[in-house]
């Protein structure tokens, strides 16, 4: 008489997504990116009319009265204004998030792998980050003259030492691992050394830092178009918008109220998706979300 064999199991299904990126705060501001951004890109198909069009007569209307969140202080639709302003914001945080990761990598690569350069670079990367960048960005903003172009460039210049030394120190710990001595060891020339064995280790925290560089960028945005010196009036921005409403708040607070909220709600998205994908991209992290669940 044979014993009965207890029955196997089958063996656990590995989720498609880290746990870190199932957390409701990362789906919540995935979810605000996402409505942000199809708003963005559908602005002329979302009752929305001509953004720069005046109609004194029409000045500082409440929301739902003649349009969905009322006029400003010129007659303008808010509601055009806000939804065309977010193209203008998101194009801005994503455009100084990609130079400022891809600058700031060639950096960092070059600083830490050559040491002869290591000091001069990394001390001009220092002397950069000597300066506020809110005071970089009004100054270069100033000389140059306000456009979208400028302002790109003023806000990019002071996140790329940030990127720079991150870089720097990942490729610090990297370039004494054995296998990167061994690929030295077998004579790999110095391009194909970096981009084959160094650069993948870079991958995951440059995602992570572009998505905190997104987020400032598009605050960085707004306080410079606030203060006058960032994308002109002709432009809607949410920081315009804010911008021109503020000589008007006591009587029509919707001017302001309505950009502020769209900039509030898309940097905590940005920040909380970078989170998520810190917690996801940290395999200590992974593995204890993981455990956990």
């Known amino acids: 008489m044979t014993g009965s ?29 996402l409505v942000v951004g199809l708003a963005a890109v559908a602005a002329p198909y979302l009752w929305t009319g001509d953004p720069i069009l005046l109609r004194p007569r029409l000045r500082l209307k409440p929301p739902f009265e003649l349009a969905w969140l009322g006029t400003d202080a010129f007659g303008r639709d808010v509601w055009s204004r806000v939804v065309y302003g977010a193209r203008v914001s998101l194009a801005i945080g994503f455009a100084v998030a990609t130079a400022s990761v891809l600058i700031g990598l060639v950096i960092g690569l070059v600083a830490g792998y050559l040491r002869r350069l290591d ?24 000389l140059s003259g306000a456009g979208i172009g400028t302002v790109i460039v003023a806000i990019a210049i002071p996140e790329i030492p940030r990127v720079a030394r991150l870089v720097r120190s990942v490729v610090l710990s990297v370039r004494s691992e054995p296998y990167v001595e061994a690929a030295i060891g077998a004579g790999t020339r110095l391009p194909m050394l970096l981009v084959r064995h160094v650069l993948p280790n870079t991958i995951a925290p440059l995602i992570v830092q572009g998505t905190y560089v997104c987020a400032s960028a598009i605050l960085t945005e707004a306080i410079l178009s606030f203060l006058g010196a960032g994308i002109p009036t002709e432009i809607p921005s949410w920081g315009n918008i804010m911008a021109e409403g503020r000589q008007a708040f006591q009587i029509a607070p919707w001017v302001i109220l309505f950009p502020g909220l769209c900039v509030a709600a898309t940097v905590l998205a940005v920040n909380i998706i970078g989170d998520g994908l810190r917690d996801a991209l940290d395999p200590r992290t992974a593995r204890r979300l993981g455990a956990l669940r």
Not at 10 to 29: D, F, K, S, T
């Open 5 to 33: 064999t207890a029955p196997s199991r089958l063996p656990a299904r590995r989720p498609i997504l880290p746990p870190a990126l199932l957390n409701p705060g990362v789906l919540a501001g995935l979810a605000v990116l």
């Open 119 to 142: 000091a001069v670079v990394m001390r001009i990367m220092d002397g950069i980050m000597a300066i506020p960048s809110i005071l970089l960005a009004i100054a270069m903003v100033t």
